[in-house]
């Protein structure tokens, strides 16, 4: 029996004369160049960029484009340069245009309930609503007389604003001279009554063409503004009916420096001497240098220059009138039998509050207010801060009124002491109302009424005033 040797043996399957059982010499490898490395990957990149963002890149290039056009043509205009007029009704357009054309109401709490300041009838009855007949006035004035120049040689001469002045006194030959004593008397009331109220004589100025005082004694309700000297731009009114249309008149009174302003700002008057619903009254021979003081011809003495209408809406050239007229006498004078309709103040209730801080805004001289308050104190004007429970100080960029002998004669005086004393009309405005005591119905409606009427714009420029 063949016997098996104990010594061990190495077993593995690997063929020891297999040349690759041996140690294998790997070969170097050619590095790459840095430069080559990842080219291919970077295109790929760029390629995948260009092809998501070719929108926007398209997008720019017509910019570009379009920014290089306009860089032509703007060298175009440099070299035929556009009218001025052009140049600045492009201007005008660019203004900001903040609160016009808004017609939201403007409602306050009252009694825990939220309510419209202004209380409107609704517009299907607007649309129907007829101005009252009755003439009849509760005033004991029967006839209201207007002073005149008597003086025939005075008719016979011409217009000078360097001469229309009454020497040592700031009435001219438009005013008549109104003494102190016969200011005095201006304030009894009887049933025939006499004032100075304007146009005291025929070269007193402002002077108004036959054309529109023909249009203008077609007016039986007229709401109405003014510029003079180049002074606010013209708001189109809005919001009223149908009916107001044809029954009202919207008149603006400008001079000849607003007019050719306006003409260059590309508002033009048409034919018929409109712009838009705005009857534009071209006035000549302003009597005042102050344009402050031209302008409360038309603002005060409606009725002279309207001797037909019954009613009138004064709207100072800052804001846009919003409502309808025919409403808004429905609500602030026929509704509550009211002859006269204006804002308390906003600020200060008393006359002599009022006048410090007409002082501090530089908005007439100290010596000026000076001597009014001396006069009113003389008078007797109490400090108080109401009347018959209401503001003795008004706000008066908006007037309603009715035309009656009390009113009329109410604007008057108050006209006149803007003349005697300062141009701030808040200042006159307590005195005539203490000194006719009762004469006329007044409605002083609150602050917020006043902003339902009107979108305030505030003055765009200031007025030039008359130097010859």
């Known amino acids: 029996m063949a016997s098996i040797n104990s010594t061990s043996m190495p077993i593995s399957d690997d063929d020891p004369e297999d040349p690759s059982n041996h140690m294998r010499v790997r070969a170097r490898r050619k590095r790459k160049k840095p430069g080559s490395r990842g080219r291919p990957d970077f295109t790929r990149k760029i390629i995948a960029k260009l092809l998501k963002w070719w929108p926007a890149l398209l997008l720019v290039f017509a910019a570009a484009l379009l920014i290089y056009e306009a860089f032509k043509i703007g060298s175009g205009e440099i070299r035929n340069p556009p009218r001025p007029e052009n140049v600045a009704a492009r201007r005008s357009k660019a203004k900001p245009q903040g609160n016009l054309n808004k017609l939201d109401p403007i409602t306050r709490v009252a009694g825990g309930v939220r309510e419209r300041c202004l209380k409107l009838l609704p517009p299907e009855e607007l649309e129907v609503l007829e101005i009252p007949n009755d003439m009849y006035s509760r005033s004991p004035i029967k006839e209201l007389v207007y002073t005149m120049d008597t003086d025939e040689a005075s008719k016979a001469g011409k217009f000078n604003l360097s001469t229309v002045y009454v020497e040592g006194a700031r009435f001219n030959l438009f005013t008549g001279n109104q003494t102190l004593e016969q200011r005095e008397q201006n304030f ?3 049933e025939r009554a006499e004032v100075h109220c304007g146009f005291y004589s025929e070269t007193g100025g402002f002077r108004i063409s036959d054309d529109d005082k023909s249009y203008m004694n077609t007016c039986k309700v007229v709401v109405s503004t003014c510029a003079f000297g180049g002074g606010d731009d013209l708001y189109q009114p809005i919001g009223m009916s149908e009916a107001s249309l044809r029954k009202v008149c919207y008149v603006a009174f400008w001079d000849e420096i607003t007019f050719a302003t306006q003409e260059a700002e590309g508002n ?6 409109f ?19 031209n302008g409360k011809i038309p603002k005060m003495l409606p009725h002279r220059l309207f001797p037909n209408s019954r009613y009138s809406i004064w709207v100072d050239s800052k804001s846009q009138f919003r409502r309808d007229p025919l409403g808004v006498l429905e609500a602030l004078l026929w509704r509550s039998n009211r002859e006269l309709a204006i804002s308390e103040h906003g600020a200060r209730s008393s006359v002599y509050d009022e006048a410090k801080a007409v002082v501090k805004k530089n908005k007439a001289t100290p010596e000026e207010v000076e001597v009014q308050l001396a006069q009113y104190l003389q008078d007797g004007l109490p400090e108080d801060k109401r009347f018959n429970g209401k503001k003795a100080l008004a706000e008066a960029s908006i007037i309603v009124r009715k035309h009656t002998q009390a009113t009329n004669l109410f604007m008057c005086l108050w006209f006149n002491e803007v003349v005697r004393f300062t141009s701030r009309d808040q200042l006159s405005f307590p005195y005539v109302l203490w000194r006719l005591k009762g004469l006329v119905h007044i409605n002083m409606f609150p602050v917020c009424t ?19």
């Open 268 to 273: 033009k008057v048409d034919e018929s001497h």
């Open 188 to 190: 009894k009331v009887t």
């Open 275 to 293: 712009i838009g619903k705005w009857r534009i009254i071209i006035v000549r021979d302003l009597p005042f240098r102050d344009q402050r003081l």
């Open 450 to 468: 006043r902003k339902d009427l009107v979108n305030s714009m505030g003055h765009i420029r200031k007025a030039k005033p008359l130097t010859s």
